[in-house]
């Protein structure tokens, strides 16, 4: 049996030209399970319906291996989940997670970040921040932010932004890596 995937996307989505999407291609092509849901209501999100969906996504996803690849909302949408989560996954990976002082109102209601090392050490076998250090999404930098606090790898980026298409993040064959091996650093 193949590796399974679950991809979640940020506020407003991943839109075509996305990383997250160009990945959903290259894993599907290579017969790994794959969901890559619509949140609800991806530009006013709720964070208690991101939170349920994304329960009843894990809950469909079976694999030898069950993999979870978060994009910037989606990030802190994980760490919420991962406190409650009672069957843990192999790997996460945490893909530009913001803050409160990205000033998106949006954001609001997904704050204060609750998590510990230890919830996100029970929830999954490995999990990895990547992260820039210009992200206008996090301008206190998530390595500091999420990563040292939560007791996680970080591979950081310098001078990437938000990683997403804007900041020239389309096929991202670090992630395809990652995502097929789980050793490979997510770099640029």
Do not use: K
């Not at 704050?111 to 999404?137: E, G, I, K, M, Q």
């Not at 007791?151 to 298409?165: A, E, F, K, T």
């Not at 389309?170 to 995502?179: K, R, T, V």
Request: hydrophobic residues 40%.
């Amino acid at each position: 049996m193949a590796s399974a995937f679950l991809i979640l996307h940020g506020l407003s989505g991943s839109g075509p030209g996305h990383w997250q999407r160009w990945l959903l291609e290259r894993l599907t092509q290579t017969g790994h399970a794959v969901r890559f849901p619509d949140l609800p209501d991806p530009d006013t999100p709720d964070p208690d319906s991101w939170r349920r969906e994304v329960l009843a996504e894990l809950a469909l996803l079976d694999g030898h291996e069950r993999v979870v690849i978060c994009h910037s909302l989606s990030c802190v949408t994980w760490l919420a989940v991962a406190q409650e989560l009672q069957r843990p996954v192999d790997r996460v990976a945490l893909v530009a997670p913001p803050s409160l002082r990205s000033g998106l109102r949006e954001l609001e209601p997904f704050f204060p970040v609750t998590a510990a090392a230890a919830d996100v050490a029970s929830a999954a076998a490995h999990t990895r921040l990547v992260c820039s250090d210009n992200d206008p999404y996090c301008p206190e930098g998530a390595a500091d932010l999420y990563g040292h606090p939560l007791g996680v790898p970080v591979d950081l980026l310098s001078g990437r932004g938000h990683l997403n298409p804007e900041a020239g993040f389309g096929p991202w064959p670090a992630a395809e890596e990652w995502a097929r091996d789980g050793v490979a650093p997510l770099t640029a």
